[in-house]
C-alpha cells in the first residue's frame, strides 16, 4: 500500500497541527490494522512517534500528552493531531501501515516497514 502525508506546514511554539495520511487510489488503509507515524528531524534517524492498533495506542514519551493518533475507517485516513508543539518536534513526518494479526507486535512491525512516502514537513520555530 502506498501511503500520502499531508498536513504539515510552519506553525510557531505552542501551535498546532494535524497530519493526514492516506492510500493511494485502489488501495485502502482500513484494511491494515496497525498504523503509525514517524518522524525524521535533520541530521537524525527516523522514529517512531505515535501507533494504533486493535485495543490501544502508543506514544513515545516526547510526545505524550501532546499528539494523538487516530484511524478514521469511514475516511479510510489516519490523522496525527500535534499540540503545543516544540521547535523539537521539527521533522518531517512519515506514515506507515501494516497488518500484524498480535496486537503486541505492532511497534515491532512498524519498526520493519520499509515502504515510505514522500512525508509531510512540520517545522516549529
Known amino acids: 500500500v502506498q501511503l500520502v502525508e499531508s498536513g504539515g506546514g510552519s506553525v510557531p511554539d505552542g501551535g498546532s497541527l494535524r497530519l493526514s495520511c492516506k492510500a493511494s487510489?485502489?488501495?485502502?488503509?482500513?484494511?491494515?490494522?496497525?498504523m503509525g507515524w514517524f518522524r525524521q528531524g535533520p541530521s537524525k534517524a527516523r522514529e517512531l512517534v505515535a501507533a494504533?492498533?486493535?485495543?490501544?495506542?502508543s506514544y513515545a514519551d516526547s510526545v505524550k500528552g501532546r499528539f494523538t493518533i487516530t484511524q478514521d475507517s469511514a475516511e479510510d485516513t489516519v490523522f496525527l493531531q500535534m499540540n503545543s508543539l516544540k521547535r523539537e518536534d521539527t521533522a518531517k513526518y512519515y506514515c506507515?501501515?501494516?497488518?500484524?494479526?498480535?496486537?503486541?507486535?505492532?511497534?515491532?512491525?512498524?519498526?520493519?516497514?520499509?515502504?515510505w512516502g514522500q512525508g509531510t514537513q512540520v517545522t516549529v520555530s
Open positions: 494504533v492498533y486493535p485495543g490501544g495506542t
Open positions: 506507515a501501515a501494516e497488518y500484524e494479526r498480535m496486537p503486541q507486535l505492532c511497534v515491532t512491525r512498524l519498526n520493519r516497514f520499509a515502504g
Open positions: 487510489a485502489y488501495a485502502y488503509i482500513s484494511s491494515l490494522n496497525c
